[in-house]
C-alpha cells in the first residue's frame, strides 16, 4: 500500500519558515527557529557530529520523521541552499527529487542520498517520489513555495509544524497565499516540549 504525503518544518510563531535571502540562512534567526533540533541525539547521529545528545520526545519525532520518509522531494531553491551547507554525505539517506527547470544528471553522493532533477513538474516527481519510496511515506521537505504548490494541488496527506518561540518579523511565510477555499484541516495531536510546541494535522478538500 501506498504511504502518505506530508511535510515536517519548523516555524516562527508569527508564520514564517526561511529568511527571504538564501544568504541568511544559517543566520541568527534561523538558528533560533531550528534551536530545539541541534541538542538531539538523532540529528547529531545523522549527521555524524558525534557522541552524545538530548533524547525525549522532539528527539524521537526526527527520528520517527526520518525512518517513515522513503524520498523527499524538494524545490531548487532548497537544492541550492543545501548545496553548499549540506556536508558530503547528505542527511537524507533516501532518493530525493527536485523540482528544477534544469536538466542535470542524478547526483549521488554517500551515504545512500541520490538527487534526481525532474523537469515536467510536481506531479511527475511525486509519481517517481513514490514509486521510490514503495510501502514509505514520501516527504515534501521544502522550501515553502513547493510545500505551497503541494497542498494547493490537494496532494499534501498530512503535516506537522515545529512552533518555535521566535519572531522573525518578515521573511517566507508557510501558508502565503495557500488557497483557502480548497484547503482544510483536522487536527491529530498537539505536543508541547521545552523549546518548541508540535503540530499535525491531516489535510482534506473543503
Known sequence: MAGKVFFSVSMSLDGFIAPSSIDELMGQQWMELQRWVFPQRFFRENLKLGAGGEEGRDNDILRETFERTGASVMGKRMFDAGEQAWPEEAPFHTPVFVVTHEKRDPWERPGGTTFHFVNDGIETALDQAREAAGDR???????????????????????????SPVLFGSGIRLFEDVDATRVALDPVRTEPSPRTTHLTYTVRKR
Do not use: M, P
Request: charged residues 20%.
Open 137 to 163: 511515506d514520501v516527504r515534501v521537505a521544502g522550501g515553502a513555495a513547493t510545500i505551497l504548490e503541494y497542498l494547493n494541488a490537494g496532494l499534501i496527506d498530512e503535516f506537522s509544524i515545529a512552533v
